[in-house]
Structures are given as structure tokens and as C-alpha cells.
């Protein structure tokens, strides 16, 4: 990490940020400020980490900037698998490309959290579920996502959704993204319902909740493109743009019958103002279930959509965001800013 940050390496940015002990400041690796003396640098995975230990953001590379894009190799490799989903790329195909096997496996895990090749067979999978729920018959299906035989292909199918492909019609599946936020990678969930999920990767019970999505729902979560996906892309930016601090994306929420009464109430507070667990609690007729407010809160599948961060203690202090307090922090002074009359 030190030599790609003194060299400013492309293909290391996003994997880490290096931080400057005798500055305070944390920056890309591919930052253009003047090298620091190695001897006074340290490495962060993540933005929230640099942040954690006390160091601010680099003015001239701007390390939470929202257009921060993933690493140049993990771009290379996806656009590689859209343009031949049905294909298999080998070590050998790798090299052909200029692209060393073992550097590729290791940043493209990295960055999406899965290894290359259970990413690309993902998306073979499903595409072959959008085949089978469109009519399509099992052999054309079989021979255009590149299997040589039925039993391969039904083994394969079988093992990502749980059930044959004779059998998968009415099967369905979420389609998964990564964003790249000022405060973090966030991932989404989608299908033709609407948006199940959108969180920070390092989310504390991120896990449970993907998990859930799949037992409640009786779907696989597989990389793939939506419209619904491609619509809170759009909104994001312009969220942190500081454009339009709503969504209109269609919702579908997972959770209790009092978990969704909460959420839909947390819809109703607007941008720029908060209110306390007491307050929602009286709102929803519950005046002694503010803590059961907050375990609602908490359980929040739809991050930033459904405003959870905009309620607050009944002093006016912060409490209670599983993405972290100085998330919570940071998204009530942006609604404020980008509110406030002189920002327009």
C-alpha cells in the first residue's frame, strides 16, 4: 500500500486511504498533494475508519466525494462479464488481457466482497432465471448461458436458487448494487416490486437483514441491472448533491406489522427537521413505546429513504444509528445546509 500510495497508483484507488499522522488529514492513493515522509503515514480500509481515528478529509482529493469511482481493474473486469455474461474468463484469458490472475482476484474481492468468479457465475444464474420467468425453453436457455450439458446446468441452477429450473417459473430473485456515497459503499436490493434494501456495507446486522430477505422471500440475491436500481442511483447523487433530499423509488418493506407503521410515519418527517422517540411514539398512538420506536428505527431496511437518522433524543442530542452517530451527524447538518437559503 505505501509504494502504490508514493506513487499514486490508479489501481489502488479505492482499496484504502492513507492518513498523515503530522497533518491529520486522510486522502486517496492517487492524491496529488507533495508525499509525506512514509514514517508518518498509516492505511484505512474505509472512509468511516479514517474518520473514526480522527483525521479529516483531504481538500485537494477529496476522499468523500460521492464520484469517487471503484477501482479502475474492477471496473475492466465488470464491464468484461456485461459484455459476455454466458463466457467464462480463465486465468489464461486474464493474462491475455494484461491483467494479472491473482491481483484481479484480490481487488475484485476487495471492492464487491465477492471473488470474480462466484460474481460472474452469479450473473449467469441469473440471467438464466430472467430466461426461465420470460418462457423461454430450458435447452436454448442451457446452450446460450454456456452450459454443455442439462445436468450441469440443472446442478448449477439448482445450487444458486434452491430449486431445479424445470421447476423456477415462478421463482424470484434480487438483484444487488454497490454505490459509492461521501460517507461509504452502500448496497441495494431490488427487484420488479421495488427497492428491499439500501444500507452501508459495514452495517452492523447487514448480514440478518440479507438473510432474511432470502428466507422471507424465497430468493436468491444475485449482481444484476434494474430499473429500479438505476432510479436510487439517480436519486443518490442527488441527494448528496444536495439537489433533492426525497426519493420517489417504489418501496417494499420487510418487517413487522409495528415496524412498518413506524417506518411509514418516519416518511412523513421531511428533510431538514427531526422529531424525538417520544413525539413518534404519541404520533403513533403508543406514547409509552418510545423504545420500542427505536427498536423499529433500528431494524430500518431503507437507509437515508426512510429517515431514520432525523429522530433524535428529546434533548436534542443524537442516539440510536446503526450506520454510526457521525453518519447521523453528518446527514442532519447536510439536510440543514442544503435547506438553508444561502446554499440555493
Known amino acids: 500500500m505505501l509504494r502504490a500510495f508514493l506513487t499514486g497508483d490508479p489501481a489502488a484507488e479505492g482499496l484504502f486511504f492513507a492518513a498523515v499522522t503530522t497533518t491529520g488529514i486522510f486522502c486517496r492513493p492517487t492524491c496529488t498533494a507533495r508525499k509525506p515522509d512514509p514514517r508518518n503515514v498509516e492505511f484505512f480500509a474505509t472512509v468511516?475508519?479514517?474518520?473514526?481515528?480522527?483525521?479529516?478529509?483531504?481538500?485537494?482529493?477529496?476522499?468523500?466525494?460521492?464520484?469517487?469511482?471503484?477501482?479502475?481493474?474492477?471496473?475492466?473486469?465488470?464491464?468484461?462479464?456485461?459484455?459476455?455474461?454466458?463466457?467464462?474468463?480463465?486465468?489464461?484469458?486474464?493474462?491475455?488481457?494484461g491483467i494479472e490472475p491473482s491481483t484481479a482476484r484480490r481487488?475484485?474481492?476487495?471492492?464487491?466482497?465477492?471473488?470474480?468468479?462466484?460474481?460472474?457465475?452469479?450473473?449467469?444464474?441469473?440471467?438464466?432465471?430472467?430466461?426461465?420467468?420470460?418462457?423461454?425453453?430450458?435447452?436454448?436457455?442451457?446452450?446460450?448461458?454456456?452450459?454443455?450439458?442439462?445436468?450441469?446446468?440443472?446442478g448449477a441452477f439448482t445450487k444458486m436458487f434452491g430449486v431445479p429450473p424445470s421447476k423456477a417459473k415462478d421463482r424470484d430473485c434480487l438483484l444487488v448494487r454497490r454505490f459509492e456515497t461521501p460517507l461509504g459503499t452502500m448496497l441495494a436490493l431490488a427487484n420488479d416490486q421495488g427497492l428491499h434494501l439500501l444500507d452501508?456495507?459495514?452495517?452492523?446486522?447487514?448480514?440478518?437483514?440479507?438473510?432474511?430477505?432470502?428466507?422471507?422471500?424465497?430468493?436468491?440475491?444475485?449482481?444484476?441491472?434494474?430499473?429500479?436500481?438505476?432510479?436510487?442511483?439517480?436519486?443518490?447523487?442527488?441527494?448528496?448533491?444536495?439537489?433533492?433530499?426525497?426519493?420517489?423509488?417504489?418501496?417494499?418493506?420487510?418487517?413487522?406489522?409495528?415496524?412498518?407503521?413506524?417506518?411509514?410515519?418516519?416518511?412523513?418527517i421531511p428533510p431538514g427537521r427531526t422529531k424525538s422517540y417520544s413525539q413518534m411514539a404519541k404520533e403513533l398512538r403508543r406514547p409509552e413505546a418510545r423504545r420500542a420506536v427505536g427498536r423499529a428505527n433500528g431494524m430500518n431496511y431503507l437507509a437515508l429513504v426512510i429517515p431514520c437518522h432525523r429522530v433524535i433524543r428529546a434533548d436534542g442530542s443524537l442516539c440510536g444509528y446503526g450506520g454510526g452517530l457521525w453518519r447521523k451527524h453528518w446527514l442532519l447538518e447536510h439536510e440543514r445546509r442544503s435547506l438553508a437559503p444561502s446554499s440555493r
Open 48 to 97: 468511516s475508519d479514517a474518520l473514526h481515528s480522527g483525521y479529516r478529509p483531504c481538500k485537494r482529493c477529496r476522499p468523500m466525494d460521492v464520484a469517487r469511482r471503484p477501482p479502475a481493474l474492477v471496473e475492466r473486469l465488470r464491464d468484461a462479464i456485461e459484455r459476455n455474461p454466458t463466457g467464462r474468463l480463465t486465468d489464461k484469458d486474464l493474462a491475455a488481457m
Open 107 to 154: 481487488q475484485f474481492k476487495t471492492y464487491t466482497g465477492a471473488t470474480f468468479h462466484a460474481y460472474h457465475r452469479a450473473r449467469r444464474m441469473g440471467l438464466a432465471l430472467h430466461d426461465i420467468r420470460n418462457g423461454r425453453g430450458l435447452l436454448d436457455i442451457q446452450l446460450d448461458r454456456g452450459f454443455e450439458s442439462a445436468s450441469a446446468f440443472r
Open 200 to 268: 452501508f456495507v459495514e452495517r452492523r446486522g447487514l448480514e440478518r437483514k440479507l438473510l432474511t430477505l432470502r428466507e422471507r422471500l424465497h430468493a436468491a440475491i444475485v449482481p444484476g441491472n434494474h430499473e429500479h436500481l438505476d432510479a436510487i442511483a439517480i436519486q443518490l447523487r442527488r441527494y448528496f448533491a444536495g439537489e433533492q433530499l426525497t426519493f420517489d423509488v417504489p418501496l417494499v418493506l420487510t418487517g413487522s406489522p409495528w415496524e412498518q407503521r413506524v417506518w411509514r410515519r418516519l416518511l412523513t
